[in-house]
């Protein structure tokens, strides 16, 4: 059965240094991987995706995710954060075990400091 | 286009009460999910439906809980004799299948149970 832990549950950077927000996944077959953030009082909103193409996925926003699978990892990164950057994101993982049911990480707060 | 569109945004009622949240998804997008979310917490898995086929009902916490989806578009979750764990906010999203596809959110109905 697939799953997904999002390796830290608050992080805080400085305006202008990089974020980066770890995930790890398990998957028994080849998984598709995303990344949604969710603005307060919001939807999720997708930032990016992973579908066994490239495994350096660039999103909105600035952000990317690189899929390394011999680290099950799909860390998300982005340069130099913003203000606007402040808010919850959401790793998630999909397979065709189980009948491609959607697994949610319990999400990373981002907090950016002025 | 139009997105993902849940009314109402909010509802605050009496335990005991029954509510009916309501989501119209893309059009188009085949797949619907529900998914409930406490306060600071991660999505919980509700109900999954895809064209005519039977819903995936696995994450229901109660016979309390039900949904439809008539015409294979419009759904409605219905809670009865609500109870004030019920207290979250109701997600609700769509895609065009399940799997690789990212789904697309809804902004949510916040339901607060007196």
């Known amino acids: 059965a697939q799953s997904v832990t999002q390796l830290d549950s608050h992080v805080s950077v400085s305006e202008g240094t990089p974020v980066l927000l770890r995930c790890n996944y398990s998957s028994s077959y080849s998984p598709s991987l995303f990344w949604y953030v969710q603005h307060p009082n919001k939807g999720l909103q997708l930032l990016l995706k992973y579908t066994s193409a490239a495994t350096l996925v660039k999103g909105i926003n600035g952000f990317e995710a690189e899929f390394k699978k011999s680290e099950t990892s799909f860390h998300l990164t982005k340069p130099s954060a913003h203000m606007s950057d402040a808010a919850e994101y959401f790793c998630?993982?999909?397979?065709?075990?189980?009948?491609?049911?959607?697994?949610f990480g319990a999400g990373t707060r981002l907090f950016v400091k002025a | 286009g139009a997105g993902v569109s849940q009314s109402p945004s909010n509802k605050v009622t009496e335990k005991g009460k029954d509510v009916e949240l309501r989501c119209d998804p893309i059009?188009?997008?085949?797949?619907l999910y529900w998914y409930r979310q406490s306060l600071g917490q991660g999505l919980e898995f509700l109900i999954y439906?895809?064209?005519?086929?039977?819903?995936?009902k696995s994450g229901l916490p109660s016979d309390r809980f039900s949904a439809e989806r008539t015409g294979g578009s419009v759904s409605t979750l219905t809670i009865q004799r609500t109870q004030q764990e019920d207290s979250a906010v109701y997600l609700c999203?769509?895609?065009?299948?399940?799997?690789?596809?990212?789904?697309?959110f809804g902004d949510g109905t916040r339901l607060s149970i007196l």
């Open positions: 059009s188009g997008h085949t797949a």
């Open positions: 998630v993982v999909s397979d065709r075990g189980g009948g491609f049911k959607t697994i």
């Open positions: 999203a769509s895609s065009f299948l399940r799997g690789d596809q990212p789904q697309h």
């Open positions: 439906f895809q064209g005519n086929s039977a819903p995936d």
